[in-house]
């Protein structure tokens, strides 16, 4: 019993904190890293980014903004700095790899990062709606769908159901690598960056210098994350 008050009281602390606006204003004051704080440029988007993923790779990750203080500043509104659009495998979680907190970015996930319109409508949603400055294609190491998509290809045999969509998708890139697995990787990051930018909505964004689309590679072995484009 004593227990739920306190929790309560908390809560309610928390709660009269952000209403009162001090979470907003004082925040960095306190360690509390607010909305006000994001990053509103695409290159100091990236250089937070960058700076996330170099404190994972050295097993110094801070995991920020992802207390009860940052949930609460982030039930009403959100404001992230960029859009990840990665692949699904499990080894890759955005949040992770970049160090980043609850609210920082919108994650857009598909077998090897392909794209499709609905795939494309997701990732125009942060720049076009929310003001999202950045954002990163991140392909990695040792992808087992474009390992898949290759090895279908070189077979020539279809891949059951709708797995073969991922393959076509992939296609391409495949093409241009000529049977090389990590050169395929990184130029369906590449390939996929180029996509996005020709997209009608995203493309005025980024000559007028409010977004900027970064093609990225992680190394599962490594940790790191290196900029291809
Ligand atoms: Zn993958």
Partial sequence: MTQKIMNRRTMLGVAGLVSGGLLLDGGAAHGLAGLARRPAAPDQAWAELREGNRRWAADAAIHPRQDLARRAEVSRRQEPYAVVVSCIDSRVAPELVFDAGLGDLLGVRSAAQTLDPLVSGA???????????????????????????????????????????????????????????????????????????????????????????VGAYYSLDTGQITRLV
Avoid at 152 to 164: I, K, N, R, V
């Fill in 123 to 213: 990732v125009e949603y942060g720049p076009v709606e929310l003001g999202t400055p950045l954002i990163v294609v991140l392909g990695h190491q040792r992808c087992g769908a474009v390992t898949a998509a290759a090895h279908a290809l070189h077979e020539d045999t279809a891949l059951p159901g709708d797995l073969q969509r991922i393959v076509e998708a992939l296609r391409p890139a495949y093409k241009s690598a000529r049977g090389d697995v990590d050169k395929m990787i990184r130029i369906n990051t590449v390939q996929a960056v180029a996509r996005l930018k020709a997209g009608k909505l995203l493309a005025p964004r980024i000559a007028r210098g409010r977004l900027k689309i």
